[in-house]
Nanobody
Framework: QVQLVESGGGLVQAGGSLRLSCAVS????????MGWYRQAPGTGREMVVT???????SYADSVKGRFTISRDNAKNTIYLQMNSLEPEDAAVYYC??????????WGQGTQVTVSS
């Protein structure tokens, strides 16, 4: 059974940093690509960043230069390092896996709150 479990969310002041983790089971290689998405109250879910199995990344313009995605294949984990956080970054962050064409596997989400 495929599972994605996020951790690392919390409350941080504007300008601060957080690192999110997503543990993948049974294997990170179950997916051709993985990504982080987020959803703030009253808005739709938006892509933050994706990473392919080959390491190609794609970032939303709003996070370029501040967020960094990485993957540790040996630990079956992907990470999202978030620096210079802004109140607009506050949202529930979801880890997602692309099994085929679509991102069709999702974690339960982790809350990120940024105080101004």
């Amino acid at each position: 059974q495929v599972q994605l479990v996020e951790s690392g969310g919390g409350l941080v002041q504007a300008g601060g940093s957080l690192r999110l983790s997503c543990a993948v089971s049974p294997s990170i290689f179950s997916f051709s690509a993985m990504g982080w998405y987020r959803q703030a109250p009253g808005t739709g879910r938006e892509m933050v960043v994706t990473i392919t199995g080959g390491g190609t990344t794609s970032y939303a313009d709003s996070v370029k230069g501040r967020f960094t995605i990485s993957r540790d294949n040996a630990k079956n984990t992907i990470y999202l390092q978030m620096n210079s956080l802004e109140p607009e970054d506050a949202a529930v962050y979801y880890c997602a896996g692309r099994g085929g064409v679509l991102y069709d596997y999702w974690g339960q989400g982790t809350q990120v709150t940024v105080s101004s």
